[in-house]
Structure formats: C-alpha cells, structure tokens
C-alpha cells in the first residue's frame, strides 16, 4: 500500500527541494496527507485539502500545519492531527540517554500518516509531481532564515527558559524561611539558602549529576549498578570518549536547580540551631549520594523504578511492569528532602526560647514546655513568608510543566496541561485549609492559607501530566487535609518543623506518588509516557490493573528507607560528635550576633515575642 520515493541527496544548507527530501508518502486521494522527514517543512499551495506533516519520532501521532497563505507559513496547529501508524517511539528518557536518543531516533525511515476519513489508498508521486508542489524559495528562506527554531534548539531552549523558572524558586524558599525564622537568625538562614545552591552547585558538577543521569559503563556488563547510579558525565566529563551533546548541558542546568531544591528543604525544617559543619556534611552527602540515588532510579533509563522507558508491557526490566509515575518529582524531590528533614529534626531537637522570654511560663524550656505543651515561637514577618508562597508557586510552573523536557512533537500540550493541573491542585490546597482552618479555630489564618498552596503544589508534581483537572481538584483537596493532619501529628510527637516542611514536602509528597497511581488517565499516559503501555500503566482507577499503584507504593517505601537511613547515620554520627548543634549560649544570642558580624535591628516586637499556643 505505501510506496517510497528514494533520493538521498541532501544539500549540506537544508532541505532545498523537493527532490532532496527521503521517504516521501501520499496517501488518499480525497483527503490527502504530505509526510516529511523531521527536518523537512514543505507546502501544498495549490490543495487546500493537502497539508504538511512533520513526523514526530517519539509520539504516536503527527502534527499538522495548514497550507501556505499569501502572508507565509501559517503558524497555527491543526487540532486533529493525523495518526501514524506505527506505534514505534523513542526514549523520552531525560537525555537521561540522549546519545540512545540520537540514534534511534535517526534510524526512524519512514513518516507513516492514515487518514482520518478511513481512506488508505496510497499513490505513488514522481519527481515531477513532487517538484510541482514546491514552494516559493521565499518560503523556504524564510525557514532557513533563523525564524523558527530547530527541534533540538527549542528543546534546549526549553530546558533553559525552565531552569531559570526552579532556580527562582530559590528566592521563594529564602523569602519563606526568612520569615519564618526570629530577626535574631535572618543573617543565618539567608547564608544557607545561597549556599545551597552555590556550594549544592559544585558537588552536582563533581558527584551528583554522574550519579543521577549518568549512563551505564563498563561496570554495569558484570553488575546491575546502572540501576542505581550512573557511571558517566561526572564533572560533566566525556562519556567513555565521546562528546557529550548540547543537550547535556541543558539538562545539567534543569537537574541542578532541581537538587538544589531538595537541600533547602533541609535548611528549612532545622533552622536557628543547625551548625555550619552539619550543614557542610548533609548538604554533602544529600546532593553527592542520597538525592542523586532517587533521581536515578526514577528517571533515568536504565533506573530500577523507571517508568520512562520503551519497553513493553510485562518487561522483567519495569517495576511490576510499568514503573513508577512521577513526572517532576513529588517523591524523587519534595518526598526526599522532607525525610531528610524529619530525621534531621528527630536528631537536632527542638529550639530553645531565651530565658527573658520565658515569662509568664518560667518552666518552658523551648518549642516546647517540660509538660510538652507546644508554645508557638513567631517568625518576623508574615509578608515575607506570603512573598515567598507566591514565587515558589510561579516557580513551580517550571518545576512540572517544562519537566516534560521536549517542547515540539506534541509535549506542548502535555506542558500546558501540567500547567493547568499544577494551579488547580494549589487552589483546592488553599481553599481547603483556609476553610478547615475557619471551621476549628474561628480564624482565617494567612499561614494555613499560604502552606495550603504549597500542600496543593507538591501533591500535583507526581500526577501533574497524567491526571485530569478535576482529578488535580481532588488531588489537591486531598492534599491540604493531609498537610493540616500531619502537621498537627509532628507537634503531637515534639518534632518542631521551623517552616513546616516536612508535612508540606515528606508527607505530600508521599501523597502525590500514590494519587499518580489512582488519577493517571490511560490518554493522559499516553501522551505523556508511553502508548503501548497505557492500557496496563494508567490509574487504579482507570484501568483494571494496578501496577502503577503498586509501583507507586513501592516507590514511596524505598524512599522513605532508603533516605531514612543514610541520613540517620549522618546525624548520628554529628550528634555523637557533637558538632550537630550550636550551643545554647549561640542560640539564644542568636546565629547573626555568633557567626555573622551581628543582627540587623530588629524593627518588629515579633522576634521577641513567645505566647503559648492555641494550637493543639
């Protein structure tokens, strides 16, 4: 049925005829369709029935563009696009592979179209036929003029325009944790946030980056170590003799922006009473070992628990045969950072109050009484933390939608998709706290509101790209009532949570893997993963099969031992030392008067104010 015209020139400037395109094939006569290769973009003039398409190697279907008006090559999309035929894809892995990548996706010979309107009748078009449809060589310079980017230039771009939108989260979480902490510590948390992405910035370019995303090498032919790390790109050095792509150094960018995140959770949860050398040593082994080990094993190819592969259904090489589905990290980075946090909390103790602000409670002995009463210790600014929230949630944009990696082929619906899930999962995180909040306490409290938001947020991140909006309303809802539950649970247990990150980033984050293995759509999942597999892989609630649910438990289990442990024997091994905490002298003057050169004035009472909570 389908018949190829063969010519294998190509000019060393682009496709400058048709002539030089490969593989070219026309099917039906009523309702045709024109396929090109990828880097091919050609026009039907003179049958506005006839349309482009440019072949999409990693999707099922193509895309489609409009012929060429008298004003160039139209911009808009055809909202039907045609189907290919075969099924056949390529990783979209995050270049987590990208040499795999290249390779298969040159080897991809033919762009394959049906016709929508059933019609599969192929024809075979001459030379002459061909060279008739050419376009203006207007056209074609304007295409080679620089106006529309290559695919891999965007992609790039792309992962850019992304990085750029997570490091800014780190001005969110500065904002978030300055105001939450006393004045007299303002100097001292605002040091950590930068160092968590300067110093966090050499040990991803030494250690993590080869841990996480590197691929496998010689090692892993008598082992399954690729499984768990990798064993190329460190110091982004070249992969067994060859030239890392472009790419590469794209998705460094994105990924350490990323790690970063994680250990800031950190700072977070133990601030006001954490030494630097402490800090120096977790902020060390999280980002060169713990962090990158999850990142491996989630998203790259070859990790244990991966579900961006392209095998079939029932492959002994996927977790209970679909793998895990976390699109942008609920569990490999918000889960992550909130059980380091917890440990780091349990073994750090709570803060201690100044003497002078013990009065009227001269038996308080800090965050809480000797009776284990809680007493609320207020941060200095509500603005500040209220800031903070809304940069971390216009950050977050970047964190799911531009963690589809690609922007061409399709994945900008996907991109935009994730986009809507993500406000709506954090509008419903608001909205449910703000009215639990009311409904127990006769008050509508800012903070409640505010880590609503951030609850929504972090429950989204897993299930953002494969849920629907009203699943991501569910999810986010979910989300809220579980940060309000496990915050109150960490008072009950006398763990003091500076910015209550650990129920916002450990517990929601745990939640929003395990909603991606109820709310995955199969059509979601196919756009989004792979379709082969969307049939078996999608939600619990979806599909009869509950290996993604499975997985996703699996998944949250590991990380809760896996970093549990490690970061366990860390600050173990700190507080035997004695180094895991300032000296009470030291926290009660306060870090900035100790480490820093001294507190800025304090032009608010709240730093100097303890009252007792009415908080139970």
Known sequence: MLRKVASKSKSTSGWRSLAAAEKLVLLSPHHSKWCWPMDSVFAVPSDPRKYICEHAPMRVDVACRPPIGRGGLASAWLSKPCVALTRATCPRDVVRNALQRQK?????????????????????????????????????????????????????????????????????????????????????????NILDASYGAILWWLVGFGVAIGQAGPASEDTNIEEILGETYYALAYDFGRRPDGNIYATWMFQWAFAATAVTIVSGVVAERVTFIAYFVYATVLICLVYPVVVHSAWNANGWATAFREDEPGSADLLLDCGVIDFAGSGVVHMTGGVAGLVAAIFVGPRKVRREDRFPRPHASGRFSASGEPIDIPGQSPIYRNLGTFILWFGWFGFNGVSTLYIGDGFSVVASKTMVTTVIAAAAGCLTCTVVGKATTNIIDLDLAGNGVLAGLVSITAPCSTCEPYGALAIGIIGGLIYIGSSKLLVFMKIDDVVDAIPVHGFCGAWGVIAAGLFATDFNYEAAYYSARADDCAGAFYVDSGNALGAAVAFVVFIFFWVGVTMSIVFGTLSVLGVARVDEEAEEMGLDEHHHGGAEPDSTSSGATVHVSTKE
Do not use: H
């Open 104 to 192: 298969c996706c040159a080897q991809r010979s033919r762009c394959l179209c049906r016709d929508p309107f059933g019609v599969s009748s192929a024809l075979s078009v001459s030379k002459s036929i061909m060279e008739s449809a050419i376009p203006t060589q207007r056209v074609l310079q304007t295409v080679d003029s620089g106006l529309y980017l290559e695919k891999g230039e965007a992609d790039i771009f792309w992962l850019l325009f992304g990085t750029v939108l997570v490091f800014l989260m780190q001005a969110g979480f500065a904002l978030l944790e300055v105001g939450s902490v006393r004045s007299k510590n303002t100097k001292n948390i605002l040091t950590k």
